[in-house]
């Protein structure tokens, strides 16, 4: 390094290099981290009238940024050991893109509002020692110590205030799938993580819907939130911060929800007149999931018939035979239309509860590692409110 590096022009390649890793640095956040976040900002910001384009929006992004980072050093004229501070603004600019979606994020705020004046501090020494005429020593060591130290400064301020909660990136992502038509991606994305929200259950059941797994195949293989029924529809609220607008429910069940109409009622209503329809599948599969959200079994034990045949040449769909197997029903003895490879699961499950802990929230955790899937465990451990 030459002398009097904050000054020699012969350290601007060096500059360079700096741009180029924080335009890398920038794009990565943007693309990477935030895509979800930035796709539901512009949806409330446009009250749903355009759309979020990840890779385009993040390129333009990263490039305004970076911009705005070379227009702080040159007003600034920050050089040498202290390169790295005019990131900081262009790194604030894109946790505020976010710290307001869904709603504001007090914490995140808070945070930057005080980074900002650590920043501030720190010009004001530059600044200070600048106008004293103080020389920096003739350190390579020196220069790469301080500005490593401002850049992983800068990246922990951005890591912890990325407001990335995986149930609302979940949410967004099922609901951008559904929207392009890829339920299969929709189904499967979050389902080993044990995060969930009323609203993302709701997406899930209706994208189980669409694609070639029945609703009554799958939806207790992912965590339910409390609410009951409630977990299959989206309400009035939801349509600001969910990018699936909630009449698409509905119209794929055939009607709207009336006005102070309950939603198990809705749902009733909505299987009984779509009998004769296509939807019929949908719809009575919505309302017997619906019963037993809210482990109405008595009912469920009911309404099944009306729906589907029992019988030993049919086997039900995967959480109505194991609904079943907890009925006390005479006709469900002999097991119709159950495999007996869920009899099977279901005896080691009870032979698990007996064996596990008495203490019911460690014996809760313990079979949900091994039974979670199941409607047994829903129905037994699961909150309903």
Not at 135 to 153: A, D
Not at 248 to 264: A, F, M, N, R, V
Request: hydrophobic share 40%.
């Amino acid at each position: 390094m030459p002398k009097a590096l904050g000054k020699s022009p012969r350290k601007e390649p060096i500059h360079l290099v700096f741009q180029i890793l924080i335009f890398i640095l920038l794009f990565v956040y943007l693309y990477f981290l935030q895509t979800p976040k930035l796709t539901l900002a512009q949806h409330i910001l446009s009250g749903g009238e355009t759309s979020y384009s990840p890779f385009i929006s993040s390129l333009i992004l990263t490039s305004v940024l970076t911009f705005v980072q070379e227009l702080v050093s040159r007003i600034l004229r920050v050089q040498g050991r202290a390169y790295l501070l005019t990131a900081y603004p262009s790194f604030a600019i894109c946790i505020l893109l976010t710290a307001f979606t869904p709603t504001p994020n007090k914490w995140i705020i808070s945070t930057l509002l005080c980074s900002t004046l650590i920043f501030t501090l720190l010009c004001i020494i530059y600044w200070d020692r600048r106008n004293k005429r103080e020389k920096e020593k003739n350190s390579l060591q020196l220069f790469w110590l301080h500005n490593i130290s401002i850049l992983t400064g800068i990246l922990f301020l951005a890591g912890i205030c990325s407001n990335n909660v995986d149930a609302e990136n979940y949410e967004i992502n099922v609901a951008k799938y559904i929207l392009e038509g890829d339920y299969t991606e929709a189904i499967e994305e979050g389902k080993s993580s044990l995060a969930t929200t009323r609203q993302l259950t709701a997406l899930r059941a209706y994208a189980l819907s669409k694609s070639d797994t029945l609703l009554a195949e799958r939806l207790f293989t992912y965590p339910i939130s409390t609410g009951g029924v409630k977990n299959l529809l989206l309400d009035k609220y939801d349509n600001k911060y969910i990018i699936l607008h909630r009449d698409t429910i509905y119209t794929l069940l055939g009607d709207k929800i009336k006005k102070k109409e309950q939603p198990l009622k809705y749902l009733q209503r909505m299987a009984a007149m779509s009998a004769d329809s296509t939807n019929n599948a949908i719809a009575k599969d919505y309302w017997l999931c619906a019963l037993l959200l809210e482990k109405d079994l008595t009912t469920f034990a009911k309404e099944l018939p009306k729906y589907y045949a029992i019988n030993d040449s049919i086997l039900l769909p995967k959480h109505y035979q194991e609904a079943l197997l907890l009925t006390e029903n005479p006709e469900h003895e002999n097991y119709m239309g159950i495999d007996t490879t869920i009899v099977r699961s279901y005896t080691e499950f009870i032979d698990l509860e007996a064996t596990e802990p008495v203490d019911e929230i460690r014996r809760a955790n313990l079979l949900k590692l091994k039974k979670g899937d199941t409607y047994w465990w829903y129905y037994k451990y699961g909150r309903k409110e």
